[in-house]
């Protein structure tokens, strides 16, 4: 299984690493859309959709893609970049405020309606900030995806060797406070370095990576949600030793849109109050 994993792992970056550089804008945006719309139908997995809405919902959510498409070659980056910002900012109240509320009164969204809109709002905003990062700056998404791949690990790491006190054992038992401070210790570390080589120029980048690794953790805890509640162990079987997609990329989901957010009303301030 570990060498499955592995294996996996290499040919995603070998993949994503390119793309990300080399790709057209269009190019990009048209494969991001697909691993989207992967995300949607393992999204209607959870909600235990019949087949047949399954595929309703798919080639809705293609379609609007579609459209999207189009009007991002038509009407330019501009445009595309000026109407995600205010969909990163009401993810970022989404994932600051909704759902932490949600999680400390354990009241979750019932109707199925509503999650299927959450879900396509949720997918909309990741698909819309991969193809934002890629044209502002692909580094911005590699240092975000980063993050949330070593606050991951060293979560896991921190979690077996010293894990005591459980983070929500009703939604995924193997979680603790403990893997959460060693996420937020091998963050700063990560941030520090940064700051200490000039890949960044301010200190601003450790609060902001700690509020990223923070939303990452809420964004494991919604999708363990639920999967539980669907009674399903992985969202799906799409990366041969990883499980499904949404597996690999739930800590991204919040992380981008909200880190992208940071970013742009950090040099918003910077411009306007600089003297």
Same mark, same amino acid.
């Given at each position: 299984? !570990?060498?499955? =994993?592995?294996?996996?792992?290499?040919? !995603?970056?070998?993949?994503?690493?390119?793309? #990300?550089?080399?790709?057209?804008?269009?190019?990009?945006?048209?494969?991001?859309?697909?691993? +989207?719309?992967? /995300?949607?139908? @393992?999204?209607?997995?959870?909600?235990?959709?019949?087949?047949?809405?399954?595929?309703? %919902?798919?080639?809705?959510?293609?379609?609007?893609?579609? &459209? #999207?498409?189009?009007?991002?070659?038509?009407?330019?980056?501009?445009?595309?970049?000026?109407? *995600?910002?205010?969909? %990163? +900012?009401?993810? +970022?109240?989404?994932?600051?405020?909704?759902?932490?509320?949600?999680?400390?009164?354990?009241?979750?969204?019932?109707?199925?309606?509503?999650?299927?809109?959450?879900?396509?709002?949720?997918?909309?905003?990741?698909?819309?900030?991969? &193809?934002?990062?890629? @044209?502002?700056?692909?580094?911005?998404?590699?240092?975000?995806?980063?993050?949330?791949?070593?606050?991951?690990?060293?979560?896991?790491?921190?979690?077996?060797?010293?894990?005591?006190?459980?983070?929500?054992?009703?939604?995924?038992?193997?979680? +603790?406070? @403990?893997?959460?401070?060693?996420?937020?210790?091998? &963050? *700063?570390?990560?941030? &520090?370095?940064?700051? *200490?080589?000039?890949?960044? *120029?301010?200190?601003?980048?450790?609060?902001? !990576?700690?509020?990223?690794?923070?939303?990452?953790?809420?964004?494991?805890?919604? @999708?363990?949600?639920?999967?539980? =509640?669907?009674?399903?162990?992985?969202?799906?079987?799409?990366?041969?030793?990883?499980?499904? %997609?949404?597996?690999?990329?739930?800590?991204?989901?919040?992380? $981008?849109?909200?880190? $992208? /957010?940071?970013?742009?009303?950090?040099?918003?301030?910077?411009?306007?109050?600089?003297?």
């Amino acid at each position: 299984m !570990l060498k499955t =994993r592995v294996i996996t792992a290499v040919i !995603l970056l070998g993949l994503f690493l390119p793309a #990300l550089f080399y790709l057209p804008m269009m190019w990009w945006a048209s494969a991001m859309l697909l691993l +989207t719309l992967v /995300c949607l139908h @393992e999204w209607a997995g959870f909600l235990r959709l019949t087949p047949l809405h399954t595929h309703f %919902f798919l080639f809705f959510s293609t379609l609007t893609g579609i &459209v #999207l498409l189009i009007l991002l070659q038509q009407w330019g980056f501009h445009w595309f970049f000026y109407h *995600a910002l205010h969909v %990163f +900012t009401g993810m +970022t109240f989404f994932w600051l405020i909704i759902v932490p509320l949600a999680m400390f009164y354990n009241t979750f969204f019932k109707q199925q309606a509503f999650n299927l809109f959450l879900g396509w709002s949720l997918m909309l905003s990741l698909w819309m900030a991969l &193809v934002t990062a890629q @044209e502002v700056n692909p580094y911005v998404l590699l240092v975000i995806i980063s993050t949330i791949w070593l606050a991951d690990s060293a979560a896991y790491f921190f979690g077996k060797q010293f894990g005591r006190h459980k983070l929500a054992p009703s939604i995924s038992p193997g979680k +603790t406070w @403990e893997g959460v401070l060693g996420a937020l210790l091998a &963050v *700063a570390v990560y941030a &520090v370095t940064l700051k *200490a080589t000039g890949a960044v *120029a301010t200190w601003w980048i450790l609060p902001g !990576l700690w509020i990223i690794t923070i939303v990452g953790v809420y964004g494991d805890l919604f @999708e363990s949600f639920f999967k539980r =509640r669907a009674n399903l162990k992985d969202s799906g079987q799409f990366l041969p030793g990883h499980g499904g %997609f949404l597996d690999r990329v739930d800590g991204v989901i919040p992380a $981008l849109p909200v880190g $992208l /957010c940071l970013v742009f009303w950090f040099h918003y301030w910077q411009q306007s109050y600089s003297f």
